[in-house]
């Protein structure tokens, strides 16, 4: 049980595009949905926390306009990252958590911005 | 002082070892603790977690936390190759304060 699906697992866009990444509850209904971002050998960066219907809470630092998440329904939350760039380039990570404060990731989305 | 401390290792160990992984921390409001597993490129993944101070086993792992001293654990036995990865503790306030603060990861290494 508490399977979290994201797609793609890895893509690969021009500077300047979008793209979307889309991340499911398989078997729960997630009250929330977190993105992180990881850059090689460290740990994962919140950039942020969403419920089902409101707006996602952004950490500090993290550019809302670039990254928009939609949490649409209690299973599917999507990141789009606007008008992507190289420094963009990163190892994206979607968690779902039903049972507070015990989060299950997805397998994570590797975007290359070239 | 950093609110999570994980050795980062590198840690290498021969098959069918003892694997001990250690984390400290500094926020005495921590509840929830946590051990995720995470393979290169891919998203972590839930191994143990355990609610306020104790011991918790699941198969080859078991999972301890001292809260007094503010020091959680995990324990491996008999390791496998299949083990090797990047080790993250994760720990949270409970209740509204759900955020997870990590540590930076341990890599193992089981060597057959």
């Known amino acids: 049980g508490a399977v979290v699906s994201q797609h793609p697992s890895w893509v690969i866009c021009k500077s300047g595009t979008s793209v979307k990444i889309e991340c499911r509850s398989l078997?729960?209904?997630?009250?929330?949905m977190f993105w992180y971002r990881q850059f090689p050998k460290q740990s994962l960066m919140l950039m942020a926390t969403?419920?089902?219907?409101?707006?996602?809470?952004?950490e500090q630092g993290v550019e809302k306009d670039k990254f928009l998440i939609n949490h649409a329904s209690l299973t599917l939350s999507t990141l789009t990252v606007t008008s992507a760039h190289p420094e963009d380039s990163s190892f994206y990570i979607c968690?779902?958590?039903?049972?507070?404060?015990?989060?299950?990731f997805g397998a994570g989305t590797r975007l290359s911005v070239l | 002082q950093k609110e999570v401390e994980q050795d980062p290792g590198p840690l290498s160990v021969p098959e069918g070892a003892i694997v001990s992984l250690n984390c400290t921390y500094s926020?005495?409001?921590?509840?929830?603790f946590m051990w995720y597993r995470q393979y290169s490129r891919k998203g972590p993944e839930l191994l143990m977690y355990?609610?306020?101070?104790g011991n918790k086993e699941d198969g080859r792992f078991t999972a301890q936390v001292d809260k007094s001293s503010k020091y959680i654990s995990l324990f491996i036995r008999d390791s496998q190759p299949s083990d090797s990865a990047t080790y993250l503790c994760?720990?949270?306030?409970?209740?509204?304060?759900?955020?997870?603060?990590f540590g930076k990861g341990t890599l193992l290494t089981v060597n057959p």
């Open positions: 968690s779902a958590s039903f049972q507070e404060n015990i989060q299950y």
């Open positions: 078997d729960f209904q997630a009250t929330t």
């Open positions: 969403s419920n089902e219907g409101s707006k996602a809470t952004y």
């Open positions: 926020n005495s409001a921590f509840q929830y």
């Open positions: 355990t609610y306020s101070s």
């Open positions: 994760a720990m949270s306030g409970g209740g509204s304060n759900y955020k997870l603060t």
